[in-house]
């Protein structure tokens, strides 16, 4: 069975930090691009940052540019994403997904995590 999870996620205060992780499962994450997402409550998804299947090209939202980092260990067939800096706006439901651009028309496609939350408030 394919699964990916999400853990990480949390109440932080602004300006902290979190590290998610999205562990695989049922399939070698190494031949895929992979990415996260996010949806903030009322909104819709938004991509947020991929990386490609070797690690050496990356893609960042100009809202987290500088302060996330995406990063991934194959042979732990684990997807990381390194959140400093954070901000209100910042809170949402993230999700790490199996492909570098896994929406299509808003939908979902390739293979998805069930998201964990990330909460940034005082």
């Known amino acids: 069975e394919v699964q990916l999870v999400e853990s990480g996620g949390g109440l932080v205060q602004p300006g902290g930090s979190l590290r998610l992780s999205c562990a695989a499962s049922?399939?070698?994450?190494?031949?895929?691009?992979m990415s996260w997402v996010r949806q903030a409550p009322g909104k819709g998804l938004e991509w947020i940052s991929a990386?490609?299947?070797?690690?050496?090209?990356?893609y960042y939202v100009d809202s987290v540019k500088g302060r996330f980092t995406i990063s991934r260990d194959n042979a732990k067939n684990t997807l990381y994403l390194q959140m400093n800096s954070l901000k209100t706006e910042d809170s949402a439901v993230y999700y790490c997904a199996s492909r570098w651009f896994p929406l299509a028309g808003g939908l979902k496609i390739g293979y998805w995590g069930q998201g964990t939350q990330v909460t940034v408030s005082s």
């Open positions: 990386i490609n299947s070797g690690g050496g090209s990356t």
């Open positions: 049922g399939f070698e994450i190494v031949v895929y691009d």
